[in-house]
Protein backbone atom coordinates (compact mmCIF):
# COMPACT_ATOMS: atom_id res chain seq x y z
CA UNK A 1 0.00 0.00 0.00
CA UNK A 2 1.40 3.21 -0.82
CA UNK A 3 0.02 6.71 -0.63
CA UNK A 4 2.81 9.32 -2.49
CA UNK A 5 1.87 13.11 -2.10
CA UNK A 6 3.28 15.74 -4.55
CA UNK A 7 2.67 19.64 -5.31
CA UNK A 8 4.02 21.19 -2.23
CA UNK A 9 6.02 23.97 -2.57
CA UNK A 10 6.70 27.46 -1.40
CA UNK A 11 4.12 30.24 -2.67
CA UNK A 12 3.13 33.95 -1.89
CA UNK A 13 0.23 34.74 0.16
CA UNK A 14 -2.83 34.63 -2.27
CA UNK A 15 -1.55 32.02 -4.57
CA UNK A 16 -2.46 28.67 -5.18
CA UNK A 17 -1.10 24.89 -5.28
CA UNK A 18 -2.49 21.56 -5.77
CA UNK A 19 -1.63 18.72 -4.29
CA UNK A 20 -2.35 15.23 -5.73
CA UNK A 21 -2.01 11.88 -3.95
CA UNK A 22 -1.48 9.10 -5.98
CA UNK A 23 -2.47 5.75 -4.42
CA UNK A 24 -1.50 2.16 -4.92
CA UNK A 25 -1.78 -1.62 -3.45
CA UNK A 26 -5.42 -1.16 -2.76
CA UNK A 27 -9.14 -0.81 -4.10
CA UNK A 28 -8.68 2.75 -3.99
CA UNK A 29 -12.53 3.82 -4.90
CA UNK A 30 -13.55 1.99 -2.02
CA UNK A 31 -11.78 3.93 0.72
CA UNK A 32 -13.13 7.32 1.84
CA UNK A 33 -10.27 9.72 1.28
CA UNK A 34 -9.34 12.43 3.69
CA UNK A 35 -6.54 15.27 3.16
CA UNK A 36 -5.59 16.45 6.89
CA UNK A 37 -2.22 19.31 7.58
CA UNK A 38 -0.25 19.50 10.65
CA UNK A 39 2.32 22.72 11.22
CA UNK A 40 4.95 23.24 13.30
CA UNK A 41 3.86 22.53 17.79
CA UNK A 42 0.20 21.82 16.63
CA UNK A 43 -1.57 18.29 15.92
CA UNK A 44 -2.64 16.81 12.55
CA UNK A 45 -6.23 18.45 11.69
CA UNK A 46 -8.29 17.28 8.83
CA UNK A 47 -8.66 19.67 6.07
CA UNK A 48 -11.26 18.20 3.91
CA UNK A 49 -13.01 15.53 2.94
CA UNK A 50 -14.48 13.21 0.15
CA UNK A 51 -16.88 9.97 0.92
CA UNK A 52 -16.20 6.96 -1.79
CA UNK A 53 -19.26 6.37 -3.21
CA UNK A 54 -21.36 9.36 -3.27
CA UNK A 55 -18.64 11.31 -3.54
CA UNK A 56 -19.71 14.14 -1.08
CA UNK A 57 -17.44 16.50 0.46
CA UNK A 58 -17.11 18.22 3.36
CA UNK A 59 -14.09 21.43 4.66
CA UNK A 60 -12.76 22.36 7.81
CA UNK A 61 -14.17 25.75 8.08
CA UNK A 62 -10.71 27.72 7.90
CA UNK A 63 -10.03 26.70 4.03
CA UNK A 64 -14.78 27.02 3.18
CA UNK A 65 -14.49 28.52 -0.17
CA UNK A 66 -10.38 28.19 -0.60
CA UNK A 67 -10.11 24.89 -1.25
CA UNK A 68 -11.12 22.16 -3.29
CA UNK A 69 -10.93 18.03 -2.84
CA UNK A 70 -11.61 16.36 -5.85
CA UNK A 71 -11.09 12.20 -6.36
CA UNK A 72 -10.25 10.48 -9.73
CA UNK A 73 -11.08 6.46 -9.44
CA UNK A 74 -9.80 5.89 -13.14
CA UNK A 75 -6.00 7.25 -11.58
CA UNK A 76 -6.15 6.47 -8.37
CA UNK A 77 -5.55 9.64 -6.95
CA UNK A 78 -6.43 12.87 -5.02
CA UNK A 79 -6.31 15.86 -5.57
CA UNK A 80 -6.72 19.29 -3.35
CA UNK A 81 -6.67 22.60 -4.83
CA UNK A 82 -5.90 25.47 -3.18
CA UNK A 83 -6.86 29.09 -3.73
CA UNK A 84 -6.01 32.37 -1.89
CA UNK A 85 -3.23 30.47 0.24
CA UNK A 86 -2.88 32.40 3.93
CA UNK A 87 0.86 31.92 5.95
CA UNK A 88 -1.42 30.28 8.20
CA UNK A 89 -2.04 27.60 6.00
CA UNK A 90 1.77 26.74 6.37
CA UNK A 91 2.17 23.23 7.12
CA UNK A 92 2.80 19.46 6.17
CA UNK A 93 -0.11 18.18 4.15
CA UNK A 94 -0.75 14.15 4.53
CA UNK A 95 -2.94 12.79 2.80
CA UNK A 96 -5.30 9.76 4.00
CA UNK A 97 -7.26 6.38 2.97
CA UNK A 98 -10.00 5.11 4.96
CA UNK A 99 -12.50 2.01 4.54
CA UNK A 100 -13.57 0.44 8.00
CA UNK A 101 -10.76 -0.39 10.21
CA UNK A 102 -8.12 0.41 7.34
CA UNK A 103 -6.42 3.67 7.65
CA UNK A 104 -3.36 4.65 5.47
CA UNK A 105 -1.24 7.72 5.18
CA UNK A 106 1.03 9.09 2.89
CA UNK A 107 4.79 10.48 4.12
CA UNK A 108 3.48 14.22 3.44
CA UNK A 109 4.33 17.02 1.36
CA UNK A 110 5.79 20.87 2.34
CA UNK A 111 2.83 23.82 2.01
CA UNK A 112 4.55 27.39 2.68
CA UNK A 113 2.88 30.38 2.35
CA UNK A 114 5.12 33.60 2.58
CA UNK A 115 6.05 36.62 0.73
Known amino acids: VQLVESGGGLVQPGGSLRLSCAAS????????MRWYHQAPGKERELVAG????????NYADFVKGRFTISRDNAKNTVYLQMNNLKPEDTAVYYC?????????WGQGTQVTVSA
Open 96 to 104: NAKYHFLDY
Open 25 to 32: GFTFSRYD
Open 50 to 57: IASASGST
